[in-house]
């Protein structure tokens, strides 16, 4: 134990907490941890951990927090990732040093005479990667999990489609470890395939031994970066489970709250709900039965900066698992329609210039650090954006689930990229952006593509799925769909220079004449996940807050204005940042 003084040693001796050590790992190294638990006590506690990038003093707290409120049979442990905060000496390892980090740490806890040896981690962001990446640890110590805004599969995040997240990466590396990041950045861009590099830290490919291992509380949001990651998380540590384990809740912002959030940032509930979820499960005592494994928001439309109250969406729903949907395809036709029903004739196409020096550029979405959320598309009518809009809607059109668009492109270039954007049209003409999807073409096989990207022959027509993650969302009667597909969303994805050179080589950058064909054979459509109202039934937040309160010790409901204030303050900050960016 290192002790900067003799005061400071009676002072712990006095309260017996908030002193802080080194623990060893397997390969020498020290991690700097600070310490809440009662050395002096003759008591075994359960301890709430936390790893992060951020210091003692950042997102750890959460543990401290927990452990607070639930009261003297838990303490809180805190712990600095390797080559983070407290913890130098050696480089941050982009998390791939953290299941045999937090194995060993647990180890050392477990043999504390103020430990009983069960452990829950708590995680947020950046640190609930660390979290997930805990989870293949496989340390016996390790009893349950609460991981807010983070991702399953890193590599999926850092990739989408086999496209680099630039903007988020370059900035948070840059943010986080100045002195490390272009070692870190160059690293990270190294490794554009999918493969044994980002194994490590990949869950989704040890589901079957993960699941059911530890029951978790997982918090998502339908505008976050991790969005995606968080939903797979969920499928992961549930998958082949007769009964689910791990329970979910999706809010609408996640970090976008950070950057103003649009339309979402002011809903009930977000709060409470995880809160109450992942402190029952700590807790060891029974959940809500009105909030089942699945609690998450339908979105609906907006109303100057508030949910539109009188539009179909914009409440909260709490269901075993997802909804079984109807996938609706909805066709894209040469006149720039979208329709459900099948155009005959004969195959159509049209094409673009895609100048990767004049890149299309983000506006709204999944971002961060940059403006997010549902803002409005309407100069999306550049030359390099195809568009296709629906008919007028004759009825409310309700969707859940997993979005798609299926493309038949070429271009003159070896390689290029496609992305694909369904906003939500206003009867006002606002175009509101509800998900988006971006496919690197030599990457279109994915992991079937392995180090070998796969290029385009010039001319040939290639069939590609754009993966456009996930939502809730009611499009209101007398709105309309649409579907923008262009070749590029900078700064949040790294523009193809269209050469097929790897992203650490830049070379000389081509212009691109890519080719969308429609109609025929060649049946381009977007895929929606449709399913009925009756199958998103309403809850409400306020009633189950109050049921929870009413159960609650002095010391649970402290932590909990907590947790809400601190949210509070994200919301603020968000705002604010949302006007700065005239994202309001």
């Keep these: 134990m290192r002790l900067s003084s003799f005061a400071a040693f009676s002072a712990a001796l006095m309260s ?49 927090a927990f452990a607070e409120g639930l009261g003297d049979d838990y303490c809180a442990v805190k712990q600095d990732m390797r080559g ?16 045999n ?28 990667l660390g979290t997930y990446a805990t989870a293949l640890s496989f340390s016996p110590h390790l009893k349950k999990q609460f991981v807010v805004w983070a991702s399953a599969d890193p590599y999926s995040f850092v990739f989408p489609g086999g496209a680099f997240r630039e903007r988020l ?30 194994d490590v830290v990949n869950k989704t490919g040890k589901c079957d031994q993960i699941a059911g291992q530890f029951p978790s509380v997982l918090l998502a949001g339908w505008f976050d970066v991790f969005m995606n990651g968080d939903l797979e998380g969920f499928t992961c540590y549930n998958k082949n489970l007769p009964e689910k384990k791990t329970y979910m809740v999706v809010e609408p912002c996640g970090h976008c709250l950070a950057f ?35 609690t998450f928001y339908v979105l609906g439309a907006g109303k100057g900066d508030e949910p539109d109250p009188t539009a179909p969406g914009n409440y909260w729903t709490s269901v075993g698992d997802w909804p079984t949907p109807q996938y609706t395809k909805y066709f894209l036709t040469n006149d720039g329609r979208l329709t ?6 004969e195959a159509k196409n ?30 999306e009518h550049r030359d390099d954006i195809l568009i296709f809009t629906s008919e007028v809607l004759s009825e409310d059109l309700a969707v859940t689930g997993h979005l798609s668009a299926t493309l038949f492109v070429s271009s003159n270039c070896t390689d290029t990229d496609f992305t694909a954007k369904l906003t939500d049209v206003y009867p006002n003409g606002k175009s509101i952006s509800i998900q988006d999807g971006i496919i690197r073409m030599r990457r279109r096989n994915g992991v079937t593509g392995g180090d070998n990207p796969q290029l385009m022959t010039p001319g040939v027509v290639y069939e590609v799925t754009i993966d456009m993650w996930s939502t809730s969302f009611i499009f209101a009667a007398g709105h309309k769909l649409r579907l923008a597909v262009s070749s590029s969303n900078h700064p949040r994805f790294l523009p193809n220079r269209n050469n097929g050179l790897p992203i650490t080589q830049n070379g000389t950058s081509l212009i691109a004449r890519n080719t969308l064909h429609m109609e025929g054979v060649q049946l381009s459509h977007l895929t929606l996940p449709v399913v009925q109202k009756s199958q998103l039934p309403e809850i409400d937040p306020n009633e189950i807050e109050e049921e929870w309160i009413k159960k609650q010790t002095p010391a649970a409901l402290k932590a909990f204005e907590s947790f809400k204030q601190n949210k509070n303050n994200l919301k603020r900050v968000g705002k604010e940042r949302a006007r700065e960016y005239g994202a309001l």
């Design 16 to 64: 017996v907490s908030g002193w802080k050590t080194e623990i060893t790992m397997r390969d020498g190294f020290n991690l700097s941890t600070d310490i809440s638990c009662n050395i002096f006590e003759n008591k075994q506690r359960t301890v709430i951990f936390d790893t992060s990038t951020y210091g003692h003093l950042g997102l750890e707290e959460l543990a401290e």
């Design 84 to 99: 983070s905060g407290q913890s130098q000496g050696q480089d941050f390892t982009l998390w791939r040093s953290q299941a």
């Design 101 to 128: 980090d937090s194995y060993d740490t647990f180890q050392w806890i477990a043999n504390q005479s103020w430990a009983n040896g069960d452990i829950y981690q708590v995680g947020v962001s950046a640190d609930g």
């Design 169 to 198: 990466c370059d900035g948070w590396l840059k943010d986080t470890f100045p002195d490390q990041w272009p070692r870190l950045l160059e690293e990270a861009k190294s490794h554009e395939s999918p493969g044994e590099w980002w």
């Design 260 to 294: 103003g959030c649009p339309i979402y940032a002011g809903v009930e509930g977000n709060t409470s709900f995880v809160w109450q979820m992942a402190f029952d499960l700590f807790k060891g005592v029974p959940l809500s039965p009105k909030l089942k494994p699945l």
């Design 340 to 345: 459900e029903t099948a155009p005959s004739g």
């Design 350 to 379: 049209k094409s673009f210039i895609y100048n990767p020096d004049h890149p299309v550029q983000t506006h709204g979405g999944n971002n961060l650090l940059m403006p997010c959320g549902c803002l409005d598309q309407r100069d």
